[in-house]
């Protein structure tokens, strides 16, 4: 069966550290991979989505992941965080471009202090 | 453009009873996708309706239940109540054309069952 696994629930870090959210998959078919955060009491926004071409990924505020198939990973990382990017961060994947029926990781909470 | 939305955003019910949580469709979009997010997890995936026709659909009973209207909103119907149905529901939807289908997710319902 289909799964993702987020490695760390919890990843504090100081602001303007780098930051890497760790995220595997495990699937036997091709994948679509996608990051989501959430803020408090709000839905998910995409932050940055794979479906094909190169392996490293740009997305929105700054993040950037990259897909590796041997190590069926879609780690996520940032050079410098801000306060701002507190938040929940949902690693997902999808067995169909049409994105039918994303598949979540349990989630890490990114906790940026000053 | 309006973004998707959803109604109420919360909701307390008494185990047995039934709930209907609505959602509104981006402008645009065709398709709507409902999730259950519980307390420190990854949303699940309920169901999809394209078409309102039911187009996939996860791992939860028949007392998940969904509509999608003409004008593409949606409705999400949890019949007898249990405890375990506390979560935040998100819907989320989108626009079935070319070979990518991006999710955007309303806000979501907090429903508490007691």
């Known amino acids: 069966a289909q799964s993702v696994t987020q490695l760390d629930s919890q990843v504090p870090v100081f602001e303007e550290a780098p930051v890497e959210l760790r995220c595997n998959y495990s699937?036997?078919?091709?994948?679509?991979l996608f990051w989501y955060v959430q803020y408090p009491n709000q839905g998910l926004q995409l932050l940055l989505k794979y479906l094909s071409g190169s392996t490293l990924v740009k997305g929105i505020n700054g993040f950037e992941a990259e897909f590796n198939k041997s190590q069926t990973s879609f780690h996520l990382r940032k050079p410098s965080v801000h306060i701002s990017d507190t938040a929940e961060y949902f690693c997902?994947?999808?067995?169909?471009?049409?994105?039918?029926?994303?598949?979540f990781g349990k989630g890490t909470t990114l906790s940026v202090s000053s | 453009e309006t973004g998707v939305t959803q109604s109420p955003t919360h909701l307390i019910k008494t185990r047995g009873q039934q709930v209907t949580l609505r959602c509104s469709s981006q402008s645009g979009h065709n398709t709507v996708s409902w999730y259950q997010q519980a307390l420190g997890q990854g949303p699940q995936f309920i169901f999809q309706?394209?078409?309102?026709?039911?187009?996939g659909r996860g791992n939860f009973p028949p007392r998940f239940s969904g509509l999608q209207f003409p004008n593409y909103s949606s409705e999400l119907n949890v019949n007898a109540l249990e405890l375990d149905d506390s979560a935040l529901y998100l819907c989320?939807?989108?626009?079935?054309?070319?070979?990518?289908?991006?999710?955007?997710f309303g806000p979501g319902t907090r429903l508490t069952v007691l």
């Open positions: 309706y394209y078409r309102e026709e039911e187009n």
């Open positions: 997902a994947v999808s067995f169909n471009q049409a994105g039918t029926a994303l598949i």
């Open positions: 989320a939807s989108s626009s079935i054309t070319g070979n990518y289908n991006e999710q955007f």
């Open positions: 699937s036997s078919v091709s994948v679509y």
